[in-house]
């Protein structure tokens, strides 16, 4: 199974961008509830797994909080590894966005 890895640094308490994944994930059901099912998300310290089906698409990966940055890992059904860069590139831009627009790094 393809993998995407982005790390974006912030400068925000480790809380507050625990915080905004958080409040994003409850977004999202709500703005793309006919798009999105099966969302689920669990919290142990400050890293996350997460799973969802996206128009019939089972996608999952962690969210991993550190002083400075968080680390995105996520994992792609072969079928959309084509879009793989897209899917990076935005995944980055919305994260970069949501945590204050600052500089993000791929790994």
Known sequence: MPSIQVTVHHKLTEHEAMSRIKNLVTQLKHDHGDKVANMKEEWHLKSSKFSFTFHGF??????????????????????????????????????????????TTDQ
């Open 58 to 103: 089972d996608l999952s990966g962690t969210i991993d909080l550190h002083p400075g940055t968080v680390e995105i890992h996520g994992k792609l059904p072969l079928a959309v590894s084509l879009f793989r860069g897209k899917i990076k590139d935005v995944i980055k831009k919305k994260a970069n966005e949501l945590l204050e627009g600052h500089k």
